[in-house]
């Protein structure tokens, strides 16, 4: 198996909104805000190769966007693009064989699909299957007024009417050493990729822990739907995670790829130790 780290670009949400109940005094220290008050975001997908498998998990915003929200979001492609990363480890679009997509918000699946000629969306894996949560995807088609602009049409009808698309029904193994962990606290059926790569356990943390700033156990956005059950599946998870020694893949860390946790001498869960991916694949 082979990993690496996609970078797709960069955008800001506001530090308030992606903290939730926690005072800015503190979030401030890992996320520090600009003049808005945003905060830097990363949009890092992951690549997994494996045999005859070439997957990639989540694909950032994609370049649909009009210049009001690239202005709103402070859209960055000029570092990263999903295109030229693949490209610089020799990997193509055509060459991706599986997509799979934690859930439909713009920033996570607007990648999947560009614009042609005719300002109609298309599928830019021609080739890759496209994975989702079927629970999810009838939940982003018909959105809640809270949730309604993170779901976008021309991000989410082209997938759903593509013979493309692969529907899972809860948790699963959907291949060797690569499994499904479903939560629904930040929206419904978020599913996050469980990798077993060499003797280490690898979390795609997607929007359960978007940044080393979130592991504290109350650092919950205000973006979540069920911010109380956000909490109990973080209750669940950091055990977990710290007594297996469990490797956070960050999506969103604009700074760090990779983390590990820890338990405090207070007795609380905090980030440990941050890294890049290449520290563990070589």
């Known amino acids: 198996m082979e990993l690496y780290p996609i970078e797709t670009g960069r955008f800001r949400l506001d530090g308030g909104a992606m903290f939730g109940v926690v005072p800015k005094v503190l979030w401030q220290r890992t996320n520090p805000a600009d003049e808005y008050n945003r905060i830097l975001m990363a949009m890092r997908a992951l690549l997994v190769i494996e045999n005859n498998r070439i997957v990639l998990i989540d694909n950032g915003i994609g370049h649909k966007y009009d210049e009001k929200f690239a202005k709103n979001y402070a859209i960055d492609h000029e570092t990263y693009t999903l295109e030229s990363s693949l490209h610089q480890i020799g990997v193509s679009l055509e060459d991706i064989t599986d997509v799979v997509l934690t859930h439909l918000h713009f920033d996570h699946c607007?990648?999947?699909?560009?614009?042609?000629?005719n300002g109609n969306p298309y599928?830019?894996?021609?080739n890759a299957r496209i994975w989702v949560q079927k629970r999810h995807l009838a939940w982003a088609l018909n959105p809640n007024p809270r949730e309604k602009a993170s779901f976008l049409k021309e991000n989410i009808e082209p997938i759903a009417r593509s013979e493309q698309l692969q529907l899972l029904d809860g948790e699963t193994e959907l291949f060797p050493g690569f499994s499904i962990k479903v939560v629904n606290g930040h929206t419904e059926a978020q599913q996050l990729p469980i990798i077993q790569y060499k003797d280490y356990t690898i979390l795609y943390a997607a929007d359960l822990f978007p940044t080393h700033g979130h592991i504290p156990l109350p650092y919950?956005?205000?973006y979540d739907v069920r911010p109380l059950i956000t909490l109990q599946e973080r209750q669940e998870f950091l055990p977990w995670i710290v007594n297996n020694n469990v490797i956070l893949f960050y999506e969103h860390d604009p700074y760090y790829e990779c983390g590990t946790v820890?338990?405090?001498?207070k007795g609380k869960y905090q980030s440990d130790k941050t890294f890049p991916l290449k520290e563990i694949t070589g």
């Open 123 to 126: 599928i830019i894996f021609p």
């Open 110 to 117: 607007g990648g999947t699909t560009a614009l042609d000629n």
């Open 262 to 265: 820890k338990i405090n001498e």
């Open 220 to 222: 919950v956005m205000s």
